[in-house]
């Protein structure tokens, strides 16, 4: 982990998506955070030492959704596909499918394992997979204002951190 020291960013944008605005200046303490995305080596380790099961593995539970189509019901997740050529930004169904037996352990399909894959950063898991991984490694999530300041690394004035 990285200590960084915390203080004033610009938080948001006016120019993107409605849920960023408005821009704002935000401020931290200061806080620790992971150098890197958490990868699927480290991530399987909770999952081998404690028997840790992710969300999607059992699939929704039929009581919590009433009404809801039988293959829904089965465990999947969302797949990101190539598209052919550009396509409409304002539908995420374009380039996202809803992929029955995708999971932590197929996060680009059923049919995949994550032979070599296992230094790729970990896909496929909820909030609640996040924070038991980090109750289990001792650390926490970074508030969104913390991941914000962090990816904008200290600088100012850009439209994008990169």
């Known amino acids: 982990m990285v200590w960084l ?13 409605r849920a960023e605005a408005p821009a704002h200046e935000g401020a931290v303490s200061g806080f620790w955070i992971d150098r890197t995305p958490v990868i699927n080596r480290q991530f399987g380790a909770i999952v081998e030492e404690t028997g840790h099961v ?18 829904l019901l089965t465990p999947a997740s969302l797949v990101f596909m190539a598209t052919g050529g ?3 930004l304002d539908d995420w169904r374009q380039w996202w ?7 932590g352990r197929h996060a680009t399909g059923p049919h995949r394992s994550l032979d070599g894959l296992w230094d790729h950063r970990v896909a496929q898991v ?9 109750a289990w ?15 904008w690394g200290g600088t100012r004035g850009p439209t994008f951190a990169w």
């Open 5 to 17: 020291p915390g203080g004033r960013f610009r938080m948001g944008s006016d120019a993107h998506h």
């Open 54 to 71: 992710t969300l999607a593995d059992p699939g929704p539970n039929a009581a919590d959704c009433p009404g809801a189509r039988p293959w």
């Open 86 to 88: 550009p396509v409409p």
């Open 97 to 103: 499918a809803l992929t029955p037996g995708s999971d």
């Open 126 to 134: 909820a909030l609640g997979d996040a924070e038991a991984y980090c």
């Open 137 to 151: 490694a001792g650390t926490a999530l970074p508030s969104e204002a913390e991941w914000e300041s962090a990816a």
